[in-house]
Structures are given as structure tokens and as C-alpha cells.
């Protein structure tokens, strides 16, 4: 099985503020979560080999609010 990788934001009771430094870090973020670099893909065909590099086959991003919160 491929490794499964992601991250899971839980939100209570919270204020969430977006302004000037925000922005600035919007880029940074974007590209670490969702890289630029586009190729095609092929699927695998059978299984990997012992010693071979490990293929993901996706990241999982998750936020969960809970109670109440203000944007």
C-alpha cells in the first residue's frame, strides 16, 4: 500500500484574522500544499520492488470547525 500523508486542522472557539502578513504568506503555504510542478503521470504497472522510491498517491487536507468561529 502507498503511503497515506495529509494534515487535519481542528478549529473551536477561534478568530481567524487575514490581512497584510497573511497575504504575503499565502504563496508559501499554497506551494507547500499544493505543488506547481505539472507532468503527466503513468500508472504503475505491478508492484514495486524492494529498494524502489515509495509513490504517494495523494495528500488529504482536513479542517474541522467546531463551535463558534469568526473570519
Do not use: C
Not at 21 to 43: G, K
Not at 51 to 62: A, N, P
Amino acid at each position: 500500500m502507498p503511503p497515506e500523508s495529509g494534515i487535519e486542522v481542528e478549529i473551536s472557539n477561534g478568530t481567524i484574522h487575514y490581512g497584510p502578513w497573511t497575504d504575503r504568506e499565502r504563496v508559501p503555504i499554497q506551494n507547500m500544499l499544493f505543488p506547481p510542478v505539472a507532468r503527466d503521470s503513468s500508472p504503475t504497472r505491478g508492484f514495486l520492488k524492494p529498494g524502489s522510491q515509495r509513490e504517494y498517491g495523494g495528500f488529504k487536507v482536513t479542517v474541522i470547525v467546531k463551535d463558534e468561529v469568526i473570519i
